[in-house]
């Protein structure tokens, strides 16, 4: 009977420094909260100088650089000119 006391302390000092070392969730959470708050980003088109979101603009890569354009035709001119 004393061993399976011994037992059941020993089980429980583990669970207690089990818990120390793995905190609970509560910062992750929080830093959850924080990344919804961001914006969509916005990228601007060379050509024209418009503003629009990443996701309603055409990408083009020219000399190895990434940009982004409001519509097909903003894009061609800027390769006939670069
Ligand atoms: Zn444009």
């Known amino acids: 009977m004393i061993k399976l006391l011994l037992l059941a302390l020993l089980f429980f000092l583990g669970y207690s420094f089990f818990q120390a070392l793995f905190p ?4 992750k959470d929080k830093n959850k909260a924080n990344r919804s708050n961001s914006g969509e980003q916005m990228v601007q088109d060379p050509q024209c100088g418009t503003y629009l979101p990443l996701s ?8 190895g650089q990434q940009h982004y354009f409001c519509s097909r035709k903003c894009r061609t001119q800027f390769k006939k000119n670069a």
């Open 24 to 27: 609970t969730q509560s910062k």
């Open 56 to 63: 309603e603009a055409i990408s083009a890569n020219i000399r």
